[in-house]
């Protein structure tokens, strides 16, 4: 054990942090360009009830976004607009059809162009995540656990709760409203979930993903430069 790395439980800055006063800024994806996506319609009932709970909402559309590593950079307007958006945002909701068994190409698409850090910044670490999907068959849960370990690979603090609409085309009605049913239910559980852990955990969110392999990495690169110039 690296007793300069090794840290105890800081229980003020665990339950002492400042309390942000903002609503919760939450940013959703989609992942179908469908002109009747059903991942993009529940994915606006689930924005309209995160309002009402009084989180601050916005949507990223993904059209015209490029795939990753084809001859295009950060720089592209698309691109850097979905990264803005994960910077602003404190929690996201991701919501993607089960296309073969899996999540779509455009979801993954997204989540592939958001880095893992930036800088100094890292954009996804400690933020809140909800998962949602939608499917034309029977209910299946393979695009949400997918998602799952993305989120937790980025860090990113997954909620427990999480939606899957089955047969989605019986589910909305001809104006894209979602009609009333458990799955609706669900969806409210969600999302009142997601602003709860967002609100509990921003402000301290740095302090809960802190950990020790890090620190003391950190440490010993330093050093590191630090006996280089040294001999220098």
């Known amino acids: 054990m690296d007793e300069t790395c090794f840290a105890a439980i800081d229980e003020d800055r665990l339950f002492s942090a400042p309390v942000s006063t903002h609503p919760a800024r939450i940013l959703i994806l989609y992942g179908s360009l ?10 606006e009932e689930a924005g309209r ?7 601050e909402v916005r949507f990223f559309n993904p059209s015209g976004l490029p795939l990753v590593d084809d001859g295009v950079d950060a720089s592209h307007p698309k691109v850097r607009e979905l990264r803005d958006l994960v910077a602003w945002s404190e929690g996201m909701v991701w919501s993607s059809p089960e296309r ?14 958001i880095p893992l850090s930036e800088g100094a910044v890292r954009p996804t670490q400690g933020k809140t995540l909800a ?14 656990n997918q998602m799952r370990i993305l989120g937790r690979w980025m860090r990113m603090l997954t909620i427990p709760n999480q939606s899957s609409i089955p047969k989605a085309f019986q589910e909305f009605d001809d104006e894209g409203r979602m009609r009333p049913s458990p799955f609706f239910d669900r969806i409210v559980d969600v999302m009142e979930e997601l602003v709860k852990f967002t609100l509990l955990t921003r402000g301290r969110s740095d302090y809960l993903v ?23």
């Open 34 to 43: 469908r002109p009747r996506s059903f991942s993009r319609l529940s994915a």
């Open 49 to 55: 009830i995160l309002t009402r709970f009084g989180a």
């Open 100 to 113: 073969h068994g899996a999540m779509t190409g455009l979801m993954k698409t997204q989540i592939d162009w």
């Open 131 to 144: 998962l949602m999907q939608v499917s034309g068959g029977s209910q299946s849960f393979n695009a949400v």
């Open 210 to 232: 802190d950990r020790y392999s890090e620190r003391k990495e950190s440490a010993e690169a330093l050093m590191k430069r630090v006996n280089q110039s040294a001999a220098t």
